[in-house]
C-alpha cells in the first residue's frame, strides 16, 4: 500500500472505508449484494493509491476513481447496446417496481399492470415504513435488513391483493 506523505495508514484506511461506504449501495445491481460490491470497491481504492497525486485531497480522488471504475465495470459486462439500457448503466438503481415484485407473480400470459400494484402498496403500506420505501424507489440507500423486511411487508400487501 502507498501510503500518502502526511497520513498515516490509519487515516488513509478510514478515508478509503468512508469512501466505500458512501458510494458502493449506489451500486447493487444485477443480483450483486452492498457487502459484495464493498470489497471490491475497497480493492479498487487500493490499488489506486498508487496513482494519488497529493494535490488533490485524498477523498475526492478515491471518490471520482471509484465511480468511474464501477461505472466502468457495469458498462464491460452488463451493457446490451441500447441507448435506454446505457442510460441506466450510469445511474445505477437500487431497486425498481419490476424487481420488488415477486417472481410468483409474473405471468407470462397476463400483463401486470404496475400503476395499479404501485397504488395498492401506496395505499396499504405502513407509515412507518414510508419513509424508508420512499428512499428505496429513489435510490436512496437503505440498510440491507430495513430493506429486506420492507420487501417482505410488500410480499405481504400482494399477497392479501391477490
Do not use: W
Request: glycine share 2%; hydrophobic share 35%; proline share 4%.
Amino acid at each position: 500500500m502507498n501510503i500518502p506523505k502526511n497520513m498515516t495508514k490509519e487515516e488513509v484506511l478510514e478515508k478509503i472505508n468512508l469512501v466505500v461506504d458512501r458510494i458502493s449501495p449506489k451500486y447493487t445491481f444485477h443480483g450483486y449484494d452492498v457487502d459484495d460490491i464493498k470489497q471490491e470497491a475497497f480493492i479498487i481504492c487500493m490499488d489506486a493509491l498508487d496513482r494519488y497525486d497529493q494535490k488533490r485531497p485524498l477523498e475526492n480522488f478515491l471518490a471520482v476513481n471509484l465511480s468511474n471504475r464501477l461505472k466502468n465495470f457495469v458498462r464491460d459486462n452488463h451493457y446490451i447496446g441500447q441507448d435506454e439500457n446505457k442510460r441506466n448503466v450510469l445511474c445505477p438503481k437500487q431497486l425498481t417496481y419490476e424487481s420488488s415484485i415477486p417472481e410468483l407473480y409474473v405471468n407470462l400470459d397476463q400483463k401486470i399492470d404496475f400503476k395499479s400494484i404501485q397504488h395498492i402498496i401506496d395505499t396499504e403500506l405502513p407509515s412507518e415504513l414510508r419513509c424508508d420505501y420512499l428512499k428505496m424507489i429513489s435510490d436512496v440507500y437503505v440498510s440491507k435488513k430495513r430493506r429486506e423486511y420492507i420487501i417482505s411487508v410488500i410480499k405481504g400487501i400482494l399477497d392479501e391483493n391477490r
